[in-house]
C-alpha cells in the first residue's frame, strides 16, 4: 500500500519512475562538490574528488580526481580506466612524500574487487599499483615514501556501520570482518603488519617507518569501536602491543597522531555515538603507553580533527567546533604540564573539511573545503596556522560555485534552559513575508554525539522544504557537539528528556525573536537519532502537528538485540538492557504511543545496521492499529544512510507532500 495508511517496499525501478525524472530548472545551479582534499607537501597543488550534481534528480553523479595547481594553471582531471560509467568512484587521494605522485582507491562498477592506482603529479602515468579482493581503506606514505593501507580480505559488506548490512543468514557471529594495516610491496602485494585478530579502525605511521599506532578491537568491526584501545603494531612482525585503554566507558578514541619526534601519540578522545563523526578533547599519550594527559580540560568546544605542527614535537592544531563558529586551535604539550588551548583562526559560521597540510612548503600552506548555509562550497587555501594565506585570510581556490543561488537566510538562536546555553539556527525562505505567520519544520540532527553545522542547502529535503515555504529550525540541545564534553555528556541516560526539553524552549525563543513562526503549524523531522526524537516527541507533545521519522528507534529493549552496534549503548544508558532494562524503558517511544495523535512518516533501510527496520515497522504497526495517519517505506538494499538517488529523491518528495499534507 502507498497510501495515507500503509506500509510498502519501494524499489529503485519505482522509485525512480514516480520522482527521479526531474530534470533542473532554468534557476536551478547544479552544485560542483568536493570530498577528499589533499595538497601536495611542497603546498603546490592541490588533489580532490569532485563531482557535479546531475541535472536529472534522482540519478548518479559522477566522481572525479582533479588536480588544481595554486599558480592559477589549468586543473587536470584524472583519465580512470572505469570512466565515464558513475559507478567509477576514485577517493581517498594521498600525496607521496616528495609530492611526486599520488596514490588513490577506485571501484570499478563491474568488479567486485578494489584497486589501488598511481597518478603523477601532473595527472598523467596512471598505473594499477595494487588489486585485491576485499574492501581498501586509508592509504599512508611513511616518510621515507613505504606505502600502508587498511585492507579487509573478503568483505563480506562495506566497512562501517553506516553501511548495508550483509544478509543475516547462516551461522551468525562467525567469520566477522577484519580490517587489518597492510603494507604495499613494490610488488603490488601486500604484506600484513597487524594481527588478525584486530580490526584496526584508524591508525598512523611511526616517523622512522619500523611501525604503526592505532585503534583497534578485537571482534565484530562495525560493535566494537567503542571500546577500541590504542595500539602499536611493529611493522615487521604485526605484533600488537596495547599502549592505551580509554579510562571511562565516556571515552572513545579517535584521529592517533604520531609525535614527529616518534615519541607521543595525540588523540581525540570523548564520547561519541558514531565512529567518523569526531568531537572531544585531545588527549597525548607515550608511545611507550601509560596514562594520557587531557591537553584541553577547560576547552568549551569540540575537537573535530588533529594534527601535529610539521617538525614540532611540543605543539598540536586541531580544527573545533565552539558553539556556531569552526575554528584552528594549537596547543602546546610539554611534558605532564599542558598549556591552555589558544584559537588561532576562526572561520566564522561556516563549516570546513578536514584541514590537509603541506609540511615541505614554507608557509606551511592547508587546503579545506568551505562552506556555509549561504556560501556554495568551494576548496580554500591559507597559510600555516593563521588559516590565512599570504596573510589575507583562507582564499578561494576555486570558483565552482559561483553564482549558485542559496535557498535560505540562516541566523544563530541562541537560548538558555535548565541552566544550558543552547544554540541552534534558524533558516528561513529567501523573500519570506517577514509580516506573516509561517509554518516551522524543526531538524534533529543523528548522533546524539553530534551537530547541525553550516551546511549550503542543495538539492534534498531542507532545500524542498525552503522553496514550499517552511521555515526551519535546526537546534544543538544537550549531548551535541561545539560546548565541550560536559554538554555532550548531558543526555547521559536521559534520552529524550532533557534534549527535547531543550528542543521546544527553542522553538519558543524563535517565535519569540522573530514573531513570524505559526504555533499551530509546527511540524518534526530527524534521521538516526534525529529519527528516535520525532518518535519520541510526538509521544510527549501535542505541539508538533505533522512528523517525519528516518531510520527511527521505537523500543529500546528490543532494539538492543536486534542491532549491530549494541556496544554504542554501554556510555549512553550505563548498562546494557539485560542489566537495567528500566533506564531503556524509559525512553522508549513504544512505552507511550498511545499518547501519539500526530501523523507520521517513517522510512528506513532495508539493511540498516545500526537502526533496522523492525524498529520503525514497530511504530508503524502501533499507529496503524491506534487509528493514527502513517505510513512506512522500507527501501531495499540500503543500509543507514540513503545511498541510491532515486531513493534520496523518493524520500524527499514524500517528506515534502507528508508536511504539505498536515501542516497547509
Known amino acids: 500500500m502507498n497510501g495515507t495508511r500503509g506500509w510498502a517496499t519501494i524499489t529503485a525501478v519505482a522509485a525512480a519512475a514516480l520522482f527521479c525524472c526531474r530534470p533542473a530548472t532554468a534557476a536551478e545551479r547544479l552544485l560542483h562538490t568536493f570530498g577528499s582534499v589533499a595538497i601536495a607537501p611542497d603546498g603546490s597543488r592541490?588533489?580532490?574528488?569532485?563531482?557535479?550534481?546531475?541535472?536529472?534528480?534522482?540519478?548518479?553523479?559522477?566522481?572525479?580526481?582533479?588536480?588544481r595547481p595554486l599558480d592559477g594553471s589549468a586543473a587536470k582531471t584524472v583519465a580512470l580506466p572505469c570512466a565515464p560509467d558513475p559507478g567509477c568512484k576514485p577517493s581517498q587521494p594521498v600525496w607521496s612524500?616528495?609530492?611526486?605522485?599520488?596514490?588513490?582507491?577506485?571501484?570499478?562498477?563491474?568488479?567486485?574487487?578494489?584497486?589501488?592506482?598511481s597518478v603523477d603529479r601532473g595527472g598523467t602515468g596512471l598505473r594499477k599499483v595494487l588489486e585485491f579482493d576485499g574492501a581498501l581503506n586509508d592509504p599512508r606514505f611513511s616518510p621515507s615514501g613505504a606505502l600502508a593501507i587498511l585492507a579487509t580480505a573478503g568483505a563480506h559488506k562495506e566497512i562501517g556501520a553506516t553501511q548495508a548490512g550483509a544478509p543475516i543468514v547462516g551461522?551468525?557471529?562467525?567469520?566477522?570482518?577484519?580490517?587489518?594495516?597492510?603494507?604495499?610491496?613494490?610488488?603490488?602485494?601486500?604484506?600484513?603488519?597487524?594481527?588478525?585478530?584486530?580490526?584496526?579502525?584508524?591508525?598512523?605511521?611511526?616517523?622512522?617507518?619500523?611501525?604503526?599506532?592505532?585503534?583497534?578491537?578485537?571482534?565484530?568491526?562495525?560493535?566494537?569501536?567503542?571500546?577500541?584501545?590504542?595500539?602499536?603494531?611493529?611493522?615487521?612482525?604485526?605484533?600488537?602491543?596495547?599502549?592505551?585503554?580509554?579510562?571511562?566507558?565516556?571515552?572513545?578514541?579517535?584521529?592517533?597522531?604520531?609525535?614527529?619526534?616518534?615519541?607521543?601519540?595525540?588523540?581525540?578522545?570523548?564520547?561519541?555515538?558514531?565512529?567518523?563523526?569526531?568531537?572531544g578533547d585531545v588527549y597525548v599519550v607515550s608511545i611507550s603507553g601509560g596514562a594520557a594527559v587531557d591537553a584541553t580540560p577547560q576547552m568549551k568546544a569540540s575537537a573535530t580533527s588533529l594534527w601535529w605542527r610539521c617538525g614540532n614535537a611540543q605543539q598540536l592544531s586541531f580544527?573545533?567546533?565552539?558553539?556556531?563558529?569552526?575554528?584552528?586551535?594549537?596547543?602546546?604539550?610539554?611534558?605532564?604540564?599542558?598549556?591552555?588551548?589558544?584559537?588561532?583562526?576562526?572561520?566564522?559560521?561556516?563549516?570546513?573539511?578536514?584541514?590537509?597540510?603541506?609540511?615541505?612548503?614554507?608557509?606551511?600552506?592547508?587546503?579545506?573545503?568551505?562552506?556555509?548555509?549561504?556560501?556554495p562550497p568551494e576548496i580554500y587555501v591559507g597559510d600555516g596556522l593563521d588559516g590565512g594565506r599570504h596573510g589575507a585570510g583562507p582564499q578561494a581556490l576555486t570558483h565552482a560555485n559561483d553564482g549558485a543561488e542559496h535557498a535560505a537566510q540562516a541566523l544563530s538562536i541562541t537560548w538558555t534552559n535548565d541552566g544550558f546555553d543552547v544554540q541552534g539556527w534558524l533558516l528561513a525562505p529567501l523573500n519570506a513575508d517577514q509580516g506573516a505567520k509561517h509554518p516551522m519544520i524543526t531538524l534533529i540532527h543523528g548522533g546524539p554525539s553530534a551537530a547541525n553545522v553550516p551546511r549550503f542547502v542543495a538539492r534534498g529535503v531542507p532545500r524542498e522544504l525552503l522553496k514550499r515555504g517552511y521555515w526551519l529550525f535546526l537546534p544543538n540541545p544537550r549531548g551535541s557537539f561545539g560546548q565541550g564534553e560536559a554538554f555532550t555528556q548531558a543526555n547521559v541516560k536521559d534520552f529524550g528528556y532533557g534534549d527535547l526539553r531543550d528542543d521546544l524552549a527553542g522553538i519558543n525563543a524563535v517565535e519569540q525573536r522573530t514573531g513570524a513562526i505559526d504555533d499551530a503549524r509546527l511540524g518534526i523531522t530527524g534521521g538516526s537519532y534525529g529519527g528516535f526524537m520525532a518518535m519520541w516527541a510526538v509521544t510527549q507533545t501535542d505541539r508538533f502537528k505533522a512528523a517525519v521519522a528516518g531510520a527511527g528507534l521505537s523500543d529500546w529493549i528490543s532494539y538492543y538485540g536486534e542491532n549491530g552496534i549494541d556496544e554504542w549503548m554501554i556510555p549512553f544508558f550505563g548498562a546494557s538492557a539485560y542489566d537495567d532494562p528500566g533506564v531503556y524503558r524509559k525512553s522508549s517511544p513504544i512505552e507511550f504511543i498511545k499518547n501519539v495523535k500526530t501523523p507520521t512518516f517513517e522510512y528506513v533501510g532495508e539493511l540498516d545496521v545500526e537502526c533496522p527496520a523492525p524498529q520503525s515497522l514497530e511504530f508503524w504497526h502501533a499507529l496503524e492499529t491506534l487509528g493514527v495517519p502513517t505510513q512506512l517505506v522500507i527501501y531495499p538494499g540500503e543500509g543507514h544512510r540513503l545511498r541510491e538517488p532515486a531513493h534520496i529523491a523518493d524520500v524527499a518528495h514524500r517528506t515534502v507532500d507528508w508536511f504539505d499534507k498536515y501542516l497547509k
Not at 592541490?46 to 588536480?67: C, M, Q, W, Y
Not at 612524500?97 to 592506482?117: E, N, Q, W
Not at 560493535?223 to 611493529?234: G, Q
Open 171 to 279: 551461522e551468525i557471529g562467525a567469520n566477522a570482518d577484519e580490517q587489518r594495516i597492510a603494507i604495499v610491496g613494490a610488488d603490488g602485494g601486500l604484506r600484513w603488519a597487524s594481527p588478525p585478530d584486530l580490526f584496526v579502525y584508524e591508525y598512523d605511521w611511526k616517523p622512522g617507518g619500523g611501525g604503526f599506532v592505532g585503534t583497534a578491537a578485537h571482534g565484530n568491526g562495525d560493535n566494537n569501536w567503542w571500546i577500541a584501545h590504542l595500539y602499536a603494531f611493529d611493522a615487521a612482525s604485526g605484533a600488537a602491543t596495547d599502549i592505551y585503554a580509554p579510562s571511562s566507558a565516556q571515552q572513545q578514541i579517535a584521529s592517533p597522531r604520531v609525535s614527529p619526534n616518534g615519541e607521543s601519540v595525540a588523540f581525540i578522545g570523548g564520547l561519541m555515538s558514531d565512529f567518523g563523526s569526531t568531537g
Open 46 to 67: 592541490v588533489a580532490a574528488i569532485e563531482s557535479d550534481e546531475p541535472a536529472i534528480e534522482g540519478t548518479p553523479a559522477r566522481d572525479l580526481l582533479v588536480i
Open 319 to 375: 580544527t573545533a567546533l565552539q558553539g556556531s563558529r569552526y575554528g584552528i586551535h594549537t596547543v602546546s604539550v610539554p611534558a605532564g604540564n599542558p598549556a591552555t588551548e589558544q584559537l588561532a583562526y576562526s572561520f566564522g559560521d561556516v563549516s570546513t573539511g578536514d584541514v590537509s597540510v603541506a609540511c615541505k612548503s614554507p608557509r606551511g600552506e592547508t587546503a579545506f573545503v568551505r562552506q556555509s548555509f549561504e556560501q
Open 97 to 117: 612524500p616528495d609530492g611526486a605522485r599520488i596514490v588513490f582507491i577506485l571501484r570499478s562498477p563491474k568488479a567486485s574487487t578494489r584497486a589501488l592506482y
